[in-house]
């Protein structure tokens, strides 16, 4: 987008005039050497993202269509109250967050309603909403008919320039990760995540980026997951990356913000305070990614006395942020007492 900073510009600069949320190297490196040990595993890969039991386990235009809609309406799963929460049972499991949306959306295409088809989405219901997204808790799906219009508008859009399949709108990229966030952006409004920070307009595009990573992820680096660039993607500016970030040491709040936060203070979207929290977060992860293909460049170097781009390259915000987000999910309990960051929105 025109005169919008890209995320990983947005985030230095949001970073080099916070006044509220600082960097801390310490914690830097601490993520940064936590994330290394765990790649000298084999099991921090782009693979990570087929073991979840929930996403689709084929590589097909059916697949890439199903992480499209996922996308669109992967936003405000935060509840009040965590004994509250919007909850979905699926195969006699129940699942909460963006894992309840992925449950529903499993639930529906069990029982033959073509939620990931835009000819069904494109004139979906709010009765149909209601019926698909139903919670098996006593709390409803939030901001359903924001996901209702979302939904609609994408479907539209799939529907009148690309023969209703978002497969079409990542083969029109040419293998460019970069030119289908910008085709993202340009035809599908809801993903506009702008800010307006220090006087520039500020894009932090998380769920832009996320469609992007869950396509590369899904198909796994190939076919239509094929991208030259995708190490130019940063991570999904969210309220549980901070979390993990400020529990590690790597991001520093101030008491201010620290006391806003744990009053449970909703914040506006483009609130200066909720800005800096993302902002500031998209780049300490761009710091651990740098951080780790240094150690990784420096091993591989030492030991095979030359450097293997191709192992190096594998390293990106995206495994990055997927592994925080996982070890968010896994340590809740220990992280209860650092206070996410409140905002009712569509953009994350």
């Known amino acids: 987008m025109d005169g919008v900073l890209n995320p990983r510009d947005a985030g230095r600069f949001i970073s080099e005039n916070s006044k509220d949320v600082s960097i801390e190297d310490a914690g830097v490196q601490k993520v940064a050497n936590m994330i290394y040990e765990k790649s000298k595993t084999g099991e921090f890969n782009m693979k990570m993202w087929r073991n979840h039991e929930l996403n689709p386990q084929t590589m097909d235009e059916d697949a890439v269509n199903w992480v499209f809609v996922s996308a669109v309406l992967n936003f405000s799963f935060w509840s ?7 909850a979905v049972k699926y195969k006699d499991k129940i699942h909460t967050g963006y894992w309840s949306l992925c449950a529903a959306m499993n639930r529906a295409l069990d029982e033959a309603l073509k939620i990931t088809t835009a000819s069904f989405y494109s004139t979906i219901t709010m009765d149909q909403m209601k019926h698909i997204f139903r919670s098996d808790s006593d709390t409803k799906m939030p901001m359903l ?12 859009v799939l529907m009148k320039k690309y ?5 079409n709108v990542v083969k029109q990229s040419d293998k460019s990760a970069q030119s289908l966030l910008r085709l993202i952006l340009e035809d599908f409004p809801s993903f506009r995540d702008v800010a307006e920070f220090g006087g520039k307009r500020v894009g932090l595009y998380k769920r832009a980026q996320i469609l992007v990573g869950d396509v590369w992820g899904c198909c796994e680096g ?14 999904f500016a969210d309220y549980r990356i901070p979390q993990a970030l400020v529990y590690f040491g790597a991001l520093k709040y101030s008491e201010n913000l620290m006391d806003t936060l ?4 909703v914040l506006k979207s483009g609130d ?29 170097s030492k030991e095979n006395g030359h450097q293997d781009k191709a192992e190096v390259a594998q390293v990106n915000a995206i495994l990055v942020d997927h592994y925080l987000w996982d070890l968010r999910r896994e340590m809740a309990d220990e992280m209860s007492h650092i206070p996410f960051h409140r905002c009712r929105g569509i953009y994350y």
């Not at 009040?80 to 919007?86: G, L, N, P």
């Not at 023969?163 to 497969?167: K, L, Q, R, V, Y």
């Not at 190939?222 to 991570?235: K, V």
């Not at 200066?272 to 591989?300: F, P, Q, Y």
């Open 80 to 86: 009040e109250k965590e004994s509250d929460r919007y």
């Open 145 to 156: 008919e924001e996901r209702q219009m979302a939904l609609v508008e994408a479907g539209g």
């Open 163 to 167: 023969e209703g399949s978002f497969a």
């Open 222 to 235: 190939q076919g239509l997951g094929e991208f030259t660039d995708i190490n130019t993607i940063t991570m």
């Open 262 to 265: 744990k009053k449970c203070q």
């Open 272 to 300: 200066r305070l909720e800005v800096e929290i993302r902002g500031v977060s998209l780049w300490a992860c761009e710091l651990i990614r740098d951080s780790i293909a240094a150690k990784l460049s420096a091993e591989t």
